[in-house]
């Protein structure tokens, strides 16, 4: 068994820009795998800041978060949507979009759709 873990996002093993500036993603990894925390800009939208990097038609990364501030709308790819904001926890299938809300940032922390999330 793994003894105490301490890691801050203060610090992140890695960070990952979006397209055009709309935000970034720092990762720390537990251990038990990554945890990340994503800062959407205002105006940041999964096709068109992420999908250059991802190379797929839709997010196929799930995703199990937190949000923290701000809010995000998500269109799965059958038609299904909701908008998350401070306080919700999101359990996010592969298969989506999604955008900022707003003119607030929207902060994320996942637990489990951010290892190779907007990896280059």
């Known amino acids: ?6 890691k801050s996002f ?5 960070v990952r820009p979006f397209e055009d500036g709309k935000g970034r993603l720092e990762l720390v990894d537990v251990g038990a795998g990554p945890v990340g925390r994503a800062t959407f800009e205002p ?12 190379g ?5 990364a ?8 701000g809010r995000m709308k998500v269109v799965m790819d059958d038609g299904q949507e909701d ?21 607030e940032p929207c902060v994320v ?8 999330y907007a990896k280059r």
């Open 62 to 69: 799930p995703h199990m978060a937190y949000v923290v501030s």
């Open 1 to 6: 068994m793994a003894g105490l873990v301490r």
């Open 83 to 103: 908008e998350f904001g401070p306080g919700d926890c999101m359990l996010c299938p592969p298969g989506h979009d999604a955008w900022v809300v707003g003119d």
């Open 10 to 14: 203060a610090s992140p093993e890695e």
């Open 56 to 60: 797929t038609d839709s997010c196929q």
């Open 109 to 116: 922390i996942d637990w489990q759709g951010f290892a190779d």
């Open 43 to 54: 105006g940041w939208r999964w096709s068109q800041h992420v999908k250059p990097i991802a």
